[in-house]
Nanobody, 118 residues
Framework: QVQLVESGGGLVQAGGSLRLSCAAS????????VGWFRQAPGKEREFVGH????????YYADSVKGRFTISRDDAKNTVYLHLNSLEPEDTAVYYC???????????WGQGTQVTVSS
């Protein structure tokens, strides 16, 4: 069974940075894509970006491109979301999800809150 556990959220001032972690366990992830999503109050869950575990290619939503980056640490089975130049509009619960390269996201973490103050 795949388990994803996010951590690293918190309160930060506008312009600041955070690093979120998504620790994965339960299987070998070489065939998986790990994505980051966020959900602000009253809004639908929004795709932020993803990384392919094998090869490490990344893709980002336009709203975060140039400010957020995704990386992975194979030894720790962990994917990171680096949030830079944060804006109040980035306030949300951030989730990581996993899917096979040709599948839908069907594994999710519990989420971690990011709050950006102005």
């Amino acid at each position: 069974q795949v388990q994803l556990v996010e951590s690293g959220g918190g309160l930060v001032q506008a312009g600041g940075s955070l690093r979120l972690s998504c620790a994965a366990s339960g299987r070998t992830f070489s065939s998986y894509v790990v994505g980051w999503f966020r959900q602000a109050p009253g809004k639908e869950r929004e795709f932020v970006g993803h990384i392919t575990w094998s090869g490490g290619s990344t893709y980002y939503a336009d709203s975060v491109k140039g400010r957020f980056t995704i990386s992975r640490d194979d030894a720790k089975n962990t994917v990171y979301l680096h949030l830079n130049s944060l804006e109040p509009e980035d306030t949300a619960v951030y989730y990581c999800g996993a899917r096979l390269k040709s599948g839908n996201y069907n594994y999710w973490g519990q989420g971690t809150q990011v709050t950006v103050s102005s």
